[in-house]
């Protein structure tokens, strides 16, 4: 007999003779009450075994962990809490789980203990709900773009570019690292390299992607990309996941009420398709948060926080009005800030942006038009001649979720920025090239795909949002 899912179980509208279950056990209580998981949804299928029909000997490898199937009648539930619970008449062991040894047993474990155990950790609650969530919000952004005519790109993970220049990158080679050749100037010869130059893994498809823009109008991007940065923060990952659109004949602003679109899109989706899952993790915030002082738990549940971010367009802000805002904020007054602000210039860090999203404006900010010394060399010069039209959009909880920018279609200024950053020309003709024949206006951002996540499910370290996260000293499954 076929199963049928769980999750199909506990929404049929009549009770049925017949049916057949699998899946894992999270409790068995009393010795008769099976509370059966199979990941279809958060909810559990109560099955009801007939202890005095099963032998003592069955009965006892009914653990947590342990996998079953059981067939039954799906029948009215007795008990509160379900509509409908299997009735079983037929119980199979598919699979023990010492639980001696089983490391997820049905009691609250922290979430440094299972992230050490991430390839267990799914099989729990909160991290059966993040990955389902996970799962809906990347087919939400596929419709979104697929919905608007967006031409889906897969840009090369291995690539001879820097795309911001920021030189925080893996580098690919099979040149032997013990034995590395040299050339006549004694340097590591990449010639003999396997792609016969030097390679990394992509920091950012960006770059390739606009070439793909400067063809087919409107185009985004959804992969892996990779930062050798040192940042051992709640909101890095050397391994991450970037949506990058990109839009020829975009503006600055178009780009803005894109990233802003895009972003209300895909978290009206995610509530419409998880309501279980998303009411799970808001319950769970709030019993996070009940472990911390009043002043730091947040205003808004997660399911308020999520509809204010659709209710309420992003407040618009130019990076010269923040500075002033920081400038004269209490906490840069008070020395709280550990980067005080005192000119125009300065980088903001994660303390200042949050300071804006959650102190200052309560809502989500896209701020722009920042300093051309501070962002990446492909920015449109203003023409102030020293700010770039670029925007960041920051999120309460999160920081920045968003950057992006309207791209210097100018040759001569495009290259002339180059040479002053060292960014070599000859590596990057193919991407002037889109600058030599048809250069037009346009514009495009990238979204870090698991602050999104973290934005969703509400919760606090990115390591908890991807399943398998790599950090600097961890690269663990
Ligand atoms: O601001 P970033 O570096 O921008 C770019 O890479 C541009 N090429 C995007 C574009 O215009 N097409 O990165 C974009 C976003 C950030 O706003 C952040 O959400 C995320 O990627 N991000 C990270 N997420 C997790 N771990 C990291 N180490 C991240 N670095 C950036
Ligand atoms: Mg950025």
Not at 25 to 36: D, S
Not at 175 to 196: A, H, M, T, V, W
């Amino acid at each position: 007999m076929r199963h049928t899912k769980v999750k199909d179980l506990l929404s049929s509208t009549t009770t049925l003779h017949e049916v057949n279950a699998k899946g894992w056990v999270r409790t068995f209580r009393n010795n008769q009450f099976i509370a059966l998981n199979d990941g279809s949804t958060i909810n559990n299928i109560q099955c009801v075994v007939d202890f005095e029909n099963i032998p003592e000997e069955t009965l006892k490898r009914i653990t947590t962990g342990a996998a079953v199937s059981v067939t039954g009648t799906l029948a009215e539930s007795k008990g509160a809490g379900q509509k409908y619970e299997i009735q079983v008449s037929q119980l199979e062991i598919l699979g023990d789980s010492d639980p001696e040894k089983f490391p997820m047993q049905p009691k609250k474990h922290s979430l440094e203990f299972l992230r050490e155990n991430a390839h267990l950790r799914v099989r729990t609650n909160t991290f059966g709900a993040i990955m389902r969530v996970r799962s809906v919000l990347s087919f939400a952004v596929h419709s979104y773009f697929q919905q608007k005519g967006f031409v889906y790109v897969n840009t090369p993970i291995i690539t001879g570019a820097d795309a911001e220049g920021a030189g925080e990158m893996f580098q690919v080679t099979s040149l032997p690292i013990e034995n590395l050749p040299k050339n006549e100037e004694g340097k590591i010869d990449y010639k003999k390299d396997f792609f016969g130059k030097h390679t990394n893994l992509t920091v950012s498809g960006q770059l390739e992607g606009e070439t793909f823009a400067m063809a087919l109008g409107q185009i985004y991007t959804f992969g892996p990309t990779f930062r050798a940065e040192n940042s051992n923060t709640s909101r890095h990952l050397a391994e991450f996941w970037m949506i990058e659109p990109e839009v020829a004949f975009n503006d600055l602003d178009a780009n803005m009420d894109l990233a802003e679109d895009f972003i209300q899109y895909v978290i009206k989706y995610a509530m419409d398709k998880c309501p279980d899952d998303l009411k799970f993790l808001e319950s769970r915030l709030l019993e996070e948060e009940k472990s911390k002082p009043q002043a730091e738990r947040s205003e808004m549940s997660l399911l308020e926080k999520l509809n204010f971010v659709l209710e309420n367009n992003f407040k618009r802000v130019s990076y010269t009005e923040a500075i002033d805002i920081l400038r004269d904020s209490t906490p840069n007054k008070k020395k709280k800030f550990q980067y005080i602000i005192n000119e125009w210039g300065a980088d903001l860090q994660s303390e200042h942006e949050r300071y804006l999203v959650e102190k200052h404006f309560k809502c989500p900010v896209i701020l722009f038009d920042y300093p051309a010394k501070i962002k990446a060399f492909y920015m449109r010069l203003n023409e102030d001649g020293k700010t770039v039209r670029a925007m960041d959009i920051l999120f309460p909880g999160i920081g920045e979720i968003v950057g992006g920018s309207q791209r210097e279609e100018r040759f001569d200024v495009l290259v002339e920025k180059m040479k002053v950053l060292g960014i070599d020309e000859e590596e990057l003709w193919w991407y002037l090239d889109t600058r030599r024949f048809g250069s037009a206006v346009h514009s495009g951002f990238g979204l870090g795909f698991e602050r999104l996540v973290l934005f969703v499910t509400g919760m606090t370290n990115i390591r908890d949002v991807i399943p398998f996260p790599r950090t600097p000293g961890n690269a663990e499954f």
